[in-house]
């Protein structure tokens, strides 16, 4: 049976081209993030040693690339998006892979008609690379189940922001290294469990009532004129409405599985279980690198008023090293955050 253990991390920076810039000799603290329907973060502190420091200062933002490793298993990479230079250390800060996309807008004129939103997502996802390709590749875990009509203009608009709608309209995508996952967000696929033992310290249950809405109105493109909405007065709420536009969508049928889709997503009030600064006990019956966001936990506790025992779906990983030094040795904490959205709601 996987445990989460306490693990130990080594990092490096490599070049755009592959080749190796500098490894992490003397790693003083690192962290790495996964996050759903996101960009991830992670940061890596270094004392250079020897011959690090020259190398160490040739590094550039957008240019080098972070990847780090836990127990030489490769869990994370992403380009450097930030550089801080000082005294005997040198502070390396990085986005995952989606953030290339951030900077890219659609590169051709594209309509989709009734396609499932995975497909939209995979050509919106190779198009944003396709002029200058960092290295990536996509992986669809399942298709979404949810068709629609969309259409983009070259030019116009943040190829991760179409992505983001994508994402509230009935599809999920994560970043695992270099490769994007797409998943519908009725994956239900178990990793691990965790109890009250396995989170010695506590853990905090909250509701968000600012995300309810129990009416969705999705507009379309103006040429089309199309309005969706779902859902209505729920009986144990009340009425809460949400309008937003989506002038990427063509269709009638499309707006309406747009509005379904964020209707199913926010008409309950969304519970959140975040182990907050506590550490998941090494013993928990969980294998860190496959806590991947979309994924889910099955989570049974009673150590707040809120008792739960449910199948939450991972939202949020972060996991941080400290090298420690001669009064305070290092530690490995793993910090993981898991949510009942429409689809793990009973």
Known sequence: ?????CGTHQAMVLDRSGATVAVANVLTSVEWTRVLDGVSTAQATI?????CCGRLGRISTWRSRLVI????????????????????????????????????VPHENKAFTNADLSEIAEW?????????????????????????????????????DHLGQLAEAGIDYTAIGSKILLLPETHL??????SDTDLPDGL??????????????VAGSEGSGVIGTAGGID??????????????????ASADQAAGARQRASGTVPVVIDTQQVTISPEAAVNVP???PGWCLDVTSASTCRTVRQRLKITGLRVAETGGNDNNPGSESVQVQVAASGAETP
Not at 1 to 5: D, L, N, P, T
Not at 204 to 217: C, K, P, Q, Y
Not at 235 to 252: A, K, M
């Open 1 to 5: 049976m996987a445990v989460a253990g």
């Open 124 to 160: 919106l996802i190779e198009d944003g690379y396709r002029p200058d390709d960092p290295g990536h590749t996509v992986e669809v875990v399942g298709k979404a189940g949810v068709s629609g009509s969309r259409s983009y203009s070259a030019g116009i608009g943040q190829t991760l």
């Open 189 to 194: 696929v178990p990793v691990g469990r965790l």
């Open 235 to 252: 009986p144990y709420y009340g009425l809460h409405e949400r309008y937003v536009e989506q002038t990427e969508i063509t269709d009638q």
């Open 69 to 104: 490793f836990r127990d030489g298993q490769y869990v994370w990479d992403g380009p450097i998006t930030g550089i801080t230079w000082s005294l005997g250390e040198v502070e390396i800060r990085a986005q995952d892979a989606l953030a290339w996309l951030g900077d890219r």
């Open 204 to 217: 905090e249950v909250s509701e968000d009532g600012t995300g309810l809405a129990t009416r969705w109105i």
């Open 290 to 292: 496959s806590l991947v």
């Open 47 to 51: 004392n250079p040693d020897g011959d």
